[in-house]
């Protein structure tokens, strides 16, 4: 499986995803600007994974910058850390990620500034690793939803290319797949940036999962056929009661299979979970360029000057989600006290509460 982010030699190493399938580009970056810009541009892309750029990008600006005292470390640090969290607004593991080095600083900034850098740059380490190990448990608790020979339909793209490895939905995906249970994957294009198309089935090609590329015009058509049995997607920002932002397009999905009684499964981690709010018609939704939807890949398709809407990301309310996948377990039917006690296990180590 391709790495999606990596931290080699102190440089912050990634897999331009823009460029994806039709190249596999690799850049090296030593200047925390350039990761911003990668997940503004969305070089890097879906939710844990600009959780990982942020948390590199704040070890690596901090381990760069020429600060002599505590006080010039600590000011640079939290210019930095404002300049991450203006990068995107709805994932909220961004926010999620830069609070953790945020207590991470404070926690050691009674050490060296030496030791302090290799402190931040521990964390960013240890939130990789942990990102790669929740989506393995989270795999491992939602393949028990799938059964042998299920027809999945998934959004956008919440594979090893949007979190550390493995990934959330596709993780889940990928779990029932290695455990033997024959799937076939209906991939929704993803209009308007494609990641369905240039991402999620880029992946599920390389690794011989069988899947089926559609547009997204025609999830309805293929479910009252029969051919989908679950819909299968990840998240940006999970509300306290549930209610869940993803890619835009994901909340007519919900629609459409609660309407053809199929299950509609949200996998995420908990760090995508933002106890602060309360209900999912408070999550921030970017706009995004009104390019992405005139223009495919620079090509113009539609009439120069037209009036363009782009939000990225709509929200499913939780009463349409038949059940949240975290690596704590499934929560069926996901309700505001079911939400709050995935954070009660002692061994949860995030914040439950973030900052936007
Ligand atoms: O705009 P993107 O590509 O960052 O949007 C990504 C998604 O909507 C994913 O479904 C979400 O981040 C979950 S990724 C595990």
Known sequence: MTATIEWIDDKVVLLDQRFLPREERYVAFADY????????????????????????????????VPAQTMVELRESFASVCRDFASARPTAVNLFWAIERMKRRFDR????????????????????????????????RAGSALISDGEGILTHCNAGALATGGYGTALGVIRAAWEAGKRVTVYVD?????????RLTAWELHNEGIPAVLITDGMAASLMKRGLIRSVIV??????????????????????????????????APRSSIDMAISRGEDIPIEERDPSEVTHIQGIPIAP??????????????????GALITEAGVLHR??????ASLFECSCYKGE???SA
């Not at 920002?237 to 299979?257: E, F, P, Q, V």
């Not at 000057?305 to 009463?319: C, H, K, L, R």
């Open 33 to 64: 600007r350039d990761i911003i810009a990668s997940i503004r541009n969305l070089a890097i892309r879906g939710a844990p994974a600009i959780a990982i750029a942020a948390a590199m990008g704040i070890a690596l600006a901090v381990l760069n």
């Open 108 to 139: 050691t900034s009674g050490d060296s500034l030496d030791e302090l850098r290799q402190a931040l740059k521990d964390e960013a380490l240890t939130i990789l690793a942990e990102d790669i190990a929740a989506n393995r448990e989270i795999g």
């Open 234 to 267: 990840g998240a940006d920002r999970i509300a306290a009661n549930g209610d869940t932002a993803n890619k835009i397009g994901t909340y007519g999905l919900a629609l459409l299979a609660r309407d053809h009684g199929i299950p509609f499964y949200v996998a």
């Open 304 to 321: 120069a000057g037209i009036a363009v809407m782009n939000p990225a990301f709509d929200v499913t309310p939780s009463g349409l989600i």
């Open 189 to 197: 294009e993803t209009r308007p940036v494609l990641q369905g198309a």
């Open 352 to 354: 439950s509460q973030h």
């Open 334 to 339: 996901p309700t505001a006290p079911g939400i």
